[in-house]
């Protein structure tokens, strides 16, 4: 049974501060991994979308990485600004095409 | 994009409601999810050409349906307290071997007294 954590549950930096949102999955048999943003009681926003086969990719500030091998995903956010306050979650499609997501990590940016 | 409705819907416990879904246009595949407050999505199904080809630890109740014309609906049978929860659909499209991004509506927000 697949089973998504992340870690930690709530970060609050500085504005401008580099970050790493760290994601953790037990069975690597899986389609891809897509991270998402939602603000207070809104909608996912996608941000980036890994493929099994694909190690990383990268949008804007934005650099997602994929290590099947170790179950391990991270996002890594650059320059942080008050607006990439949000709730970050990831989200594994696997086995029985069941996308499994994880608590996701809140995220506070002080100005 | 993705659209859902109703925005807001408030029920009793043992009713039936139905919710609905607008995929992105193309789109073959939809997913539903449950949104307990703090709380990561729980997918509940997976539609994909019409037919169920996913499913969450959700029991019977929970049921769907696909339509040809990008429309969706989620339908819960005798509401329970703890279905109380932000509706999540999500489309994408699929293909053989390739399983693309999925796109999500803003929600519905049930309550159920």
């Known amino acids: 049974k697949q089973e998504v954590t992340q870690i930690p549950a709530a970060l609050s930096v500085p504005e401008g501060e580099n970050l790493v949102l760290n994601c953790s999955f037990t069975d690597s048999a899986i389609y891809n991994l897509q991270w998402f943003r939602q603000d207070p009681g809104k909608g996912l926003t996608s941000l980036l979308l890994?493929?099994?086969?694909?190690r990383e990719q990268t949008s804007g500030r934005l650099n997602a990485s994929l290590d099947k091998s170790s179950g391990r995903s991270t996002l890594y956010i650059a320059a942080s600004q008050p607006g990439d306050s949000a709730t970050y979650l990831c989200?594994?499609?696997?086995?029985?095409?069941?996308?499994?997501f994880g608590a996701g990590t809140r995220l506070f940016v002080k100005a | 994009g993705v659209t859902q409705s109703p925005t807001h819907l408030i029920k009793t416990r043992g009713q039936q409601v139905t919710l609905r879904c607008s995929s992105q246009?193309?789109?073959?595949?939809v997913s539903w999810y449950q949104q307990a407050l703090g709380q990561g999505p729980q997918f509940i199904f997976q539609y994909y050409r019409e037919e169920e080809n996913g499913r969450g630890n959700f029991p019977p109740r929970f049921s769907g349906l696909q339509f040809p014309n990008d429309s969706s609906e989620l339908n819960v049978n005798a509401l329970e307290l703890d279905d109380s929860a932000l509706y999540l659909c999500?489309?994408?499209?699929?293909?053989?071997?390739?399983?693309?991004?999925?796109?999500f509506g803003p929600g519905t927000r049930l309550t159920v007294l």
């Open positions: 999500a489309s994408s499209t699929d293909s053989g071997g390739a399983i693309h991004e999925q796109f």
């Open positions: 246009s193309g789109h073959n595949t």
């Open positions: 989200a594994v499609k696997g086995g029985g095409f069941k996308t499994i």
């Open positions: 890994i493929q099994s086969s694909q």
